[in-house]
Nanobody, 126 residues
Framework: QVQLVESGGGLVQAGGSLRLSCAASGRLFSTYTVGWFRQAPGKDREFVAAISWSVGRTSYADSVKGRFTISRDNAKNTVYLQMNSLKPEDTAVYYC???????????????????WGQGTQVTVSS
């Protein structure tokens, strides 16, 4: 079972950058796909990016492709979300999540994930 803690959120001007971290506990962290989701007030939670447990294959929502980069450092039990060229519409609470078991190939569907962090607030001002 993996426990997740997000950090790195804050207030940034449009066009700026932030790097979010998802720190995990669990000896088998390297075997878990990790996804990032976000939720703005009054809106449904939406998929942002994911990285596979195997060879680090990545996927992105169209809205962030080319601006955000997901990566992982298994030695540090951490997954990162580098966010560049931030826009006001990126404002949301960002969550990382993992599937219920290792070796799952997580995609963009929220129901593929079982364990969630507490979230970190990202606010982009104009």
């Amino acid at each position: 079972q993996v426990q997740l803690v997000e950090s790195g959120g804050g207030l940034v001007q449009a066009g700026g950058s932030l790097r979010l971290s998802c720190a995990a506990s669990g000896r088998l962290f390297s075997t878990y796909t990790v996804g990032w989701f976000r939720q703005a007030p009054g809106k449904d939670r939406e998929f942002v990016a994911a990285i596979s447990w195997s060879v680090g294959r990545t996927s992105y929502a169209d809205s962030v492709k080319g601006r955000f980069t997901i990566s992982r450092d298994n030695a540090k039990n951490t997954v990162y979300l580098q966010m560049n060229s931030l826009k006001p519409e990126d404002t949301a609470v960002y969550y990382c999540a993992v599937p219920p078991s290792p070796y799952y190939i997580g995609g963009a569907s929220e129901d593929q994930y079982r364990y969630w962090g507490q979230g970190t607030q990202v606010t982009v001002s104009s």
